[in-house]
């Protein structure tokens, strides 16, 4: 992680936590005419100081910003409204600052207003690069001001349909920034339950990633990310939640969420994010996925692959079985103050519980490429086990 670039495994994607300033400037000095649009949510990012950072950086390229404010969890009609903007005002560059929502929808919307199409069409898997390989587009420059979902560094986008009451998703190569920034010290601001939530969500997306053991050929570098980032977070985030402006933990916590995103651009993640996709509302994400972990990844256990691939996390999670690692990760989250039990999170209820098992088989893909694969026609009782473990059990 030392130098400029972070990331590089694609010809021109960079990802730098060196001297962003510098970085950012040099790069808006490149495009063409126009004014630079830039996403963010309501206020943390004036709170936090995102926005004077970017101000500094535009009036030394001699830019102009014009500003585009979003909700959480961004909806299918706040893209639609992005994607007007965007091809009324034709910008000459679009920088996402915030959290993953910010990243999200200004990734969804710039791809869209590019490709011609409805958004609609582009929900899926690479809708846009597979019916036109050599198309070009612009990508979004983002810079994340909290340490949890990695969408710098993914070709992924969550949407809330709220007439449907589900999230979808984009996942298009078109999508993954050309060029991200990390900032540390944007992150300072989070209150302690968001520096916790993302915190889990990135660690989830680390050992997901990590576990998939199915989808090791993809990059041969993605299990030392997931590696790396498991043992930053394990070593990071409880100091991150006690202090919140202790600048290493920060800017380690930064580092380990940037890898998260590259882990799960090459192996997905599991049922933890499958069980959880639609709790939006309900539950915090990190939270929850950092919940389901446990009990999935005891049924994972049922293929032996994965319980070779568990005591390669021993080091970070003592355990002299596979069984006491996962023990061992959850004594962790008790020190983070993680809940035990979702029976201990008013919203879940064993109504949506049920509901959940059963929409698990929609997503076959998911179900498919799971560490240890779940049978379609046996997804609903599989999920509902795994369920109502985490509902009622603790351990």
Sequence with gaps: MNGEAVLSNAPGERIVINDPESTLIAELRKRGPGRVMVCSGS?????????????????????????????????????????????????????????????DAAKAAYLTAQ????????????????????????????????????????????????????????????????????????????????????????????IEGFLNVGADGNHPDANDWAFRAIRLIAENLPAAIADGADAAARRNMAVAATLGGMVIRFKSTGLPHLASFSWFGKLEHGIAVAMLLPECWRYYLGNPAVAERTMLLAPVFPGATPEAVIASYRRF?????????????????????????KSGAQNKMKLENAPRPVPVEDSERILAEILQKTFTEIR
């Design 43 to 103: 206020n943390s990012v004036d709170a936090n100081g995102g926005i004077r950072f970017i101000s500094r950086a535009l009036e030394a390229a001699g830019r102009e910003l014009f500003r585009c404010r979003l909700k959480p969890e961004p909806s299918t009609s706040a893209v639609a409204s992005l994607i007007q903007i965007i091809r009324e005002e034709k910008p000459a560059a679009v920088i996402a600052i915030g959290g993953g929502s910010a990243m």
């Design 115 to 206: 490709s011609g199409w409805e958004l609609a069409d582009h929900f899926g898997v690479n809708r846009w690069s597979e019916a036109c390989p050599d198309a070009n587009p612009d990508r979004v420059i983002c810079i994340p001001t909290t340490s949890g979902t990695g969408s710098e560094a993914t070709p992924y986008s969550n949407i809330v349909d709220f007439g449907l009451g589900v999230k979808k998703l984009i996942s298009e190569r078109f999508l993954v920034p050309e060029l991200a920034l990390l900032i540390p010290e944007l992150t300072a601001s989070m209150p302690e339950s968001v520096t916790r939530a993302t915190g889990c969500d990135a660690l989830a997306h680390a």
């Design 333 to 357: 989250l008790d020190g983070i103050d993680v809940p035990a039990a979702l029976r201990d999170c008013p919203a879940i209820t064993p109504e949506l519980l049920a509901a959940t098992a």
